[in-house]
């Protein structure tokens, strides 16, 4: 069945500088691509994603990469602020005929330091 | 705020027992989908109903089942509960399927002691 790895688990960067969050997925079928952020005490809220006809995908000081050749995915926060410190999630979904069926790697703590 | 409302937020209750968790999808959308959260697995997909239908399931244990009904909120049964079942329930919910964007509850914090 479909796998997402997540890399790192935990990343610490000064503010203002970027952060760079990697997941690779192993089922080809899969399709679309949506990075989640958790803030503490609150349930995930999406940030971004991306479909596997698109190669890079932007908004604002967030973007999302895919390289489908190689199946991973990445985040990139530029310039980053305080308020980005929370969990980021990816996820892959794998269309099984009409069941679609979705994988979220394990998650990266982001802190941000001041 | 999401628009989409989970009770109780919090259920504290004993190994053996069986407990009903509820949601109430944002207006308009079709999809619910169940999740539990614990700290070593993770968010970990367990089922999702579409108009009141079961579309897909993932890890969902033969001691959980859920519904969808016709107002569209959707209750998750877990029963002989045990203490690895402690974990933060979410529901969300889309307009359809998995491959649009999917609003997540505040969560059900369930402890089985």
């Known amino acids: 069945g479909e796998n997402v790895e997540q890399h790192p688990s935990t990343l610490s960067v000064q503010e203002g500088d970027s952060a760079v969050i990697k997941c690779t997925y192993s089922?080809?079928?899969?399709?679309?691509f949506p990075w989640y952020k958790q803030e503490l005490g609150k349930g995930p809220q999406l940030i971004i994603d991306?479909?596997?006809?698109?190669g890079e995908k932007k908004d604002q000081r967030i973007a999302v990469t895919l390289n489908k050749t190689a199946k991973h995915f990445s985040l990139h926060i530029t310039e980053t602020q305080p308020e980005d410190s929370a969990v980021y999630f990816c996820?892959?979904?794998?269309?099984?005929?009409?069941?679609?069926?979705?994988?979220f790697g394990k998650g990266t703590r982001l802190h941000i330091l001041p | 705020d999401s628009g989409v409302t989970q009770t109780p937020k919090h259920l504290i209750t004993a190994t053996g027992q069986r407990v009903t968790l509820r949601c109430s999808p944002r207006s308009g959308d079709l999809s619910v989908y169940w999740y539990q959260q614990s700290l070593d697995q993770g968010l970990q997909f367990l089922i999702q109903y579409y108009n009141g239908e079961e579309r897909a399931k993932g890890n969902i244990l033969e001691r959980f089942s859920a519904q969808q009904f016709p107002d569209l909120h959707s209750e998750l049964n877990l029963s002989s509960l045990e203490l690895g079942d402690s974990a933060l329930y979410f529901c969300?919910?889309?307009?359809?399927?998995?491959?649009?964007?999917?609003?997540f509850g505040p969560g059900t914090r369930l402890t089985v002691t």
């Open positions: 991306i479909r596997s006809n698109v």
């Open positions: 969300a919910s889309s307009v359809e399927s998995l491959t649009y964007e999917q609003y």
């Open positions: 996820a892959a979904t794998s269309p099984m005929n009409r069941d679609d069926k979705i994988i």
């Open positions: 089922d080809s079928a899969s399709n679309y």
